[in-house]
């Protein structure tokens, strides 16, 4: 057995498909099946059953893979401590922002890091937390930044700061003198929202669904300045913190009322992939990244 074998193995018990699993670490799916034949050779056990919808593990694969995970997260410490002895910090760092998190922070981390880090390579990218996490899963970035929901289990994630969840809609009279408004009264609105995958999805339908309740999401969209703007337009309502649309609320383009009842939070973390250990670059940019977000939100 060999680390790379564990990990494919850890990334097709995951996502229960060798296809998926092959898409998600940019490999052929002969090449990753070949890598799971040999790991079960050298196991002298079948790890996986084929069914008709993909794989699930056998009683020896459940076993293995808690095991597994513990190797593979000791042998990316064990990477990380080695990289403390390299020289001069170089090279490059990719890092991933939601678009919420990017218009706060992306311009002083990337001030602060070219100041301090010259000779390191910058990629900052911009897009939706489903996104980041599948380019942090295949190795396309180094460091992201998500909204807790549906993590996968192969990222490392870093609580920063929470945030309070309101309900967003175009100002009409019906809404004046109000502050709040609770989930039930909002799930009878038309929502726009972005797609499963995204984190902000996944937190709100599991609030709905511990009432027994839907969202009835009329438009699906994965751009949050497309979002806004439909909902200033009056084709929906949505939920999303108070900071993502202020410049809207400012201009009265948008009503904010609290989400109570419950009250919904969403945790905002530093996350990476446990198959590709930080480099000394990438973990000073987390490091730039804890600290810049001080200066902007109440940390966790």
């Not at 920063?160 to 039930?184: C, K, S, V």
């Not at 987390?286 to 810049?292: E, G, M, P, R, S």
Request: aromatic share 6%; hydrophobic share 40%.
């Amino acid at each position: 057995m060999d680390l790379k074998q564990l990990r494919t193995f850890l990334h097709v018990a995951e996502t229960g498909s060798l296809s998926h699993a092959a898409k998600r670490l940019n490999v052929t799916q002969p090449a990753l099946s070949r890598q799971i034949k040999m790991l079960e050779e050298d196991a002298g056990v079948a790890l996986f059953q084929r069914t008709g919808r993909g794989v699930v593990l056998t009683e020896a694969g459940e076993r293995m893979r808690p095991r597994a995970r513990l190797l593979a997260e000791e042998m990316e410490r064990l990477r990380t401590d080695m990289t403390a002895f390299a020289g001069e910090i170089s090279g490059e760092v990719r890092l991933g922002l939601p678009p919420s998190v990017g218009s706060v922070l992306a311009a002083p981390i990337v001030e602060t890091f070219h100041q301090r880090y010259p000779n390191v390579k910058l990629r900052i990218t911009q897009m939706l937390s489903g996104a980041i996490q599948d380019s942090l899963l295949n190795g396309r970035l180094d460091i992201g930044v998500l909204f807790e929901g549906n993590v996968s289990p192969s990222l490392r994630s870093h609580p920063l700061w929470e945030d309070t969840l309101y309900f967003m809609t175009q100002p009409a009279p019906r809404w004046e003198g109000r502050d709040t408004i609770t989930l039930t009264e909002a799930l009878e609105e038309p929502f726009i929202l972005p797609g499963p995958k995204h984190g902000l999805r996944h937190i709100l339908e599991q609030h709905a669904g511990k009432m027994g309740k839907t969202f009835n999401v009329v438009i699906e969209v994965e751009s949050l300045a497309i979002h806004t703007e439909l909902v200033c337009r009056g084709l929906g309502s949505t939920a999303l913190s108070y900071s993502s649309c202020q410049h809207h609320i400012d201009a009265n383009r948008l009503v904010a009322l609290k989400l109570i009842e419950p009250q919904i939070e969403r945790v905002t973390s530093l996350v990476w992939s446990k198959d590709y250990p930080l480099t000394r670059a990438a973990q000073a940019m987390a490091d730039i990244v804890k600290d810049t977000a001080g200066h902007y939100f109440t940390l966790l």
